[in-house]
């Protein structure tokens, strides 16, 4: 939460310079904003799905990141996989998904991240919460020495985010925010 | 010594990035333009092909902005939003097609709340055993606040040959003399008949979503997978096409057109038929 204050702040500076009653539209400066908090989650993911997924980190290590990592997700939040040889795809929760990339059977894993993002438009749902998807390209690379394995894939994660405007006192103020919270993630091998 | 401080520096500084490489770090494989190019999401199709977004998609263009839905960025991005490879689209329609929608007097753009599009998406349930493939038309309506996507059509095979009405002399009836006699020929047509959709108006169209409904609740159907999707847009006046995602090497890839149809009067009619009794 703290980490994310100087946004919230940004937010609201944002936010007030525009009217305040709530409106129906979110303006292309507010957009902007809320762009930059989301894409600031996303980069805690990839951040987190790398250090999860890399076999140097310490097993307690990789539960305390995989506890950050879950925080950046609304409840309920899942991944649905899929890769090139087959339509099916598999669904987990975003702990357990981690748990699997921990679980790997790999001596060497790297995971990276595309110098590419893509961000769609909010649009809004009928509980008057915003919703946007965030297109980010993975890179994976697992190495087994023992069987002589060099798997290599990449993905493509649209991310679900939501956007929903929150208050909190500050100092007995009301100050009110956009906060953006991660939601379900499609995982698609791609075969480039 | 100074080199081995520089060369234990070195591997210590390794030790801390290699394993946290998240969006943006330093090292991260650079795109040589294919994810760039292709169209990463319906929304970027929408912004595309209205020239709403810039050539890389990093600038969201608004009506205020210059290059706002600017013909010649248009003609740019219209080029690139056909699938060129596996599908059969003729060339000269494509060019009527792009003709049409930047025409400086009536340029066509698409809309993402105005209806007259809607998606095709390819399951699978878990029906009396089985896997069976069922096939949902979902289209986009205002709820509440905002949108939301709604189930408006189900195909299901295997619901079909229940409502198989026979026509002709094969066809059984009431006879219009029945009322006469309390319609006690109910009983023969209902106990003697396996086709009791006979006794139906001509007019009569099954309702596979309420079919459906029923089973789901009925617990009958269970849920089991997405496996395609695809969406038609009727959109555009006296146009047709549908939106299909290829996942491929190269640079022509993401959400493309992949069917193009010029409507004649009474042509989308026939493709609504085609589109929803194909499966």
């Known amino acids: 939460m703290k980490k994310y204050f100087p946004s919230f702040i940004l937010m609201f500076l944002l936010t007030s310079a525009v009217a305040v009653a709530q409106s129906n539209d979110i303006s292309p400066q507010r957009k902007q904003a809320i762009d930059s908090l989301a894409l600031e989650k996303v980069k805690d993911l990839s951040k987190y799905i790398s250090i999860i997924g890399s076999k140097e980190t310490q097993f307690s290590e990789a539960n305390r990141v995989m506890d950050r990592a879950e925080e950046l997700f609304a409840p309920g939040?899942?991944?649905?996989?899929?890769?090139?040889?087959?339509?099916?795809?598999?669904?987990?929760?975003?702990?357990?998904?981690?748990?699997?990339?921990?679980?790997?059977?790999?001596?060497?894993?790297?995971?990276?991240?595309?110098?590419?993002h893509y961000i769609s438009d909010l649009e809004r749902q009928p509980d008057g919460r915003f919703v946007g998807v965030v297109t980010v390209y993975q890179r994976f690379e697992g190495t087994s020495q023992e069987a002589g394995l060099n798997y290599r894939d990449t993905t493509k994660k649209d991310i679900t985010i939501y956007v929903e405007r929150k208050s909190t006192q500050v100092a007995g103020r009301t100050i009110e925010f956009w906060d953006v919270m991660l939601g379900d993630i499609r995982v698609t091998e791609t075969t480039s | 010594m100074r080199k081995t401080i520089l060369l234990v520096l070195l591997v210590i500084s390794s030790i801390?990035?290699?394993?946290?490489?998240?969006?943006?770090?330093?090292?991260?494989?650079?795109?040589?333009?294919?994810?760039?190019?292709?169209?990463?999401?319906?929304?970027?199709?929408?912004?595309?092909?209205?020239?709403?977004?810039?050539?890389?998609?990093?600038?969201?263009?608004?009506?205020?902005?210059a290059e706002y839905r600017s013909t010649d960025l248009r003609k740019k991005f219209l080029d690139i939003l056909f699938d060129n490879e596996t599908s059969s689209i003729e060339a000269e329609l494509k060019k009527e097609?792009?003709?049409?929608?930047?025409?400086?007097?009536?340029?066509?753009?698409?809309?993402?709340?105005?209806?007259?599009?809607?998606?095709?998406?390819?399951?699978?349930?878990?029906?009396?055993?089985?896997?069976?493939?069922?096939t949902l038309f979902m289209k986009l309506q205002p709820e509440g606040l905002g949108y939301e996507w709604v189930i408006e059509r189900v195909g299901?095979?295997?619901?079909?040959?229940?409502?198989?009405?026979?026509t002709g002399s094969k066809k059984q009836f009431l006879h219009p003399l029945s009322h006469e006699l309390d319609f006690m020929n109910l009983r023969r047509a209902f106990q003697e008949n396996p086709k009791p959709e006979s006794y139906t108006p001509t007019d009569y169209e099954p309702d596979y979503l309420t079919l459906f409904l029923y089973e789901i609740k009925k617990g009958h159907f269970k849920f089991e997978n997405v496996t395609d999707l695809k969406f038609h847009f009727f959109q555009i006046d006296n146009w047709y096409f549908e939106l299909a995602q290829f996942n491929r090497p190269g640079f022509n890839t993401g959400w493309l057109i992949s069917n193009l149809v010029k409507l004649q009067e009474g042509d989308e009619d026939a493709v609504l038929k085609y589109i929803y009794d194909q499966k």
């Open chain 2, 16 to 65: 801390q990035f290699a394993p946290g490489q998240g969006l943006y770090s330093p090292g991260q494989p650079a795109d040589d333009g294919r994810f760039a190019a292709s169209t990463k999401q319906v929304n970027q199709f929408f912004r595309r092909f209205n020239a709403e977004e810039s050539q890389d998609g990093k600038k969201r263009y608004y009506s205020n902005d």
């Open chain 2, 156 to 166: 299901f095979e295997p619901f079909k040959k229940y409502f198989d009405k026979d």
């Open chain 1, 77 to 116: 939040a899942e991944m649905g996989v899929s890769s090139i040889n087959t339509k099916e795809v598999a669904y987990y929760k975003v702990r357990r998904y981690f748990e699997r990339l921990m679980a790997l059977n790999y001596d060497r894993v790297n995971i990276s991240w595309y110098d590419i």
């Open chain 2, 97 to 134: 097609f792009v003709v049409d929608v930047i025409n400086e007097e009536q340029p066509k753009y698409l809309d993402f709340h105005q209806g007259e599009w809607f998606a095709e998406v390819q399951t699978t349930f878990k029906y009396q055993g089985k896997s069976e493939n069922v």
